[in-house]
């Protein structure tokens, strides 16, 4: 299989004005920068502009980390002192798994990575049950068992302590919490900020919390989705990547209503996840712009 032309992205926020794009666009011509993808976005409620770059890699005579430096003086002029970023897609990006016992997501996500149809390394797979272990093994990837005891609280802060490890060893560009059905520590939503993804079997914000089926059976919705959003500390509350829904009836049993639930998650998760990897994410607030 062919190598995809090595690139690197900017992504850049700023409070709008006249000017933003002409010192992008005059930086990268000034060195030989051949853009091949370029969106842009100005929020008029907010004032604020949202831009995505891609740049071929060998247009330019210096590497991402000089084109870092560099950028980041223009970035600053322009009023971008922390939301923008230089990132190359000749890194492999990382990405580790947290579950639980239902496995659609992962079987979905395993899938997509084993036919390179999402070109990215699982590095692991952590799951407070066993049940998904041997799949996990099967595609090559190690699985690591952390259990969560129920009504113990120093053998949970334990377990969340083992979990941050096995992660953190691995630097991944994102954690996919994949119905990993616990909710995660404050400490844990700061230091994985901007990288820990959820799928919630809702569409957010109705349903929140656990058991959103049985909560739309009883309210006689007539869809059902799914919401992809990065994890905060506030329960099912952080900035949306992602969304989907099915169309249900008053035919449909709770069990109906799951299965359907089930097919548009795996769908919302692996678009989420592509998304992020890719850069075309831009938060602000708790808002998002996809590129």
Same mark, same amino acid.
């Given at each position: 299989?062919?190598?995809?032309?090595?690139?690197?992205?900017?992504?850049?926020?700023?409070?709008?004005?006249?000017?933003?794009?002409?010192?992008?666009?005059?930086?990268?011509?000034?060195?030989?920068?051949?853009?091949?993808?370029?969106?842009?976005?100005?929020?008029?409620?907010?004032?604020?502009?949202?831009?995505?770059?891609?740049?071929?890699?060998?247009?330019?005579?210096?590497?991402?980390?000089?084109?870092?430096?560099?950028?980041?003086?223009?970035?600053?002029?322009?009023?971008?002192?922390?939301?923008?970023?230089?990132?190359?897609?000749?890194?492999?990006? +990382?990405? #580790?798994? !947290? $579950?639980?016992?239902?496995? /659609?997501?992962?079987?979905?996500? %395993?899938?997509?990575?084993?036919?390179? @149809?999402?070109?990215?390394?699982?590095?692991?797979?952590?799951?407070?049950?066993?049940?998904?272990?041997?799949?996990?093994?099967?595609?090559?990837?190690?699985?690591?068992?952390?259990?969560?005891?129920?009504?113990?609280?120093?053998?949970?802060?334990?377990?969340?302590?083992?979990?941050?490890?096995?992660?953190?060893?691995?630097?991944?560009?994102?954690?996919?919490?994949?119905?990993?059905?616990?909710?995660?520590?404050?400490?844990?939503?700061?230091?994985?900020?901007?990288?820990?993804?959820?799928?919630?079997?809702?569409?957010?914000?109705?349903?929140?919390?656990?058991?959103?089926?049985?909560?739309?059976?009883? +309210?006689? #919705?007539? !869809? $059902?989705?799914?919401?992809? /959003?990065?994890?905060?500390?506030? %329960?099912?509350?952080?900035?949306?990547? @992602?969304?989907?829904?099915?169309?249900?009836?008053?035919?449909?049993?709770?069990?109906?209503?799951?299965?359907?639930?089930?097919?548009?998650?795996?769908?919302?998760?692996?678009?989420?996840?592509?998304?992020?990897?890719?850069?075309?994410?831009?938060?602000?607030?708790?808002?998002?712009?996809?590129?």
């Amino acid at each position: 299989m062919p190598q995809p032309e090595r690139r690197y992205v900017i992504t850049f926020g700023c409070p709008d004005r006249t000017g933003i794009v002409a010192g992008i666009s005059s930086f990268l011509a000034e060195h030989g920068g051949w853009i091949v993808e370029a969106a842009y976005h100005t929020d008029p409620a907010t004032n604020w502009f949202f831009t995505r770059q891609e740049v071929r890699a060998d247009s330019l005579p210096f590497g991402v980390d000089e084109l870092r430096e560099r950028f980041g003086r223009v970035a600053r002029d322009l009023g971008a002192h922390t939301n923008w970023r230089v990132t190359d897609t000749g890194e492999r990006r +990382r990405v #580790v798994l !947290l $579950v639980s016992k239902e496995g /659609h997501c992962l079987y979905d996500l %395993l899938g997509r990575v084993a036919s390179r @149809e999402l070109d990215v390394d699982v590095s692991a797979v952590i799951g407070n049950h066993t049940d998904l272990a041997g799949i996990t093994r099967a595609h090559g990837i190690p699985f690591h068992h952390v259990p969560f005891p129920v009504n113990d609280p120093e053998g949970r802060q334990a377990a969340w302590a083992q979990l941050r490890q096995l992660v953190d060893v691995h630097q991944p560009h994102a954690v996919v919490l994949a119905r990993f059905m616990q909710i995660l520590p404050t400490e844990l939503c700061a230091a994985w900020t901007g990288r820990t993804l959820n799928i919630h079997h809702s569409f957010l914000p109705s349903f929140i919390g656990a058991r959103p089926y049985h909560q739309a059976h009883g +309210r006689g #919705v007539k !869809l $059902v989705g799914a919401t992809c /959003h990065y994890v905060t500390a506030e %329960l099912d509350q952080g900035p949306i990547v @992602e969304q989907d829904v099915i169309r249900v009836d008053h035919t449909d049993s709770i069990p109906d209503m799951v299965r359907k639930g089930r097919d548009i998650e795996k769908v919302v998760l692996a678009r989420g996840l592509r998304w992020h990897l890719e850069d075309r994410v831009l938060v602000h607030g708790n808002q998002t712009v996809i590129f």
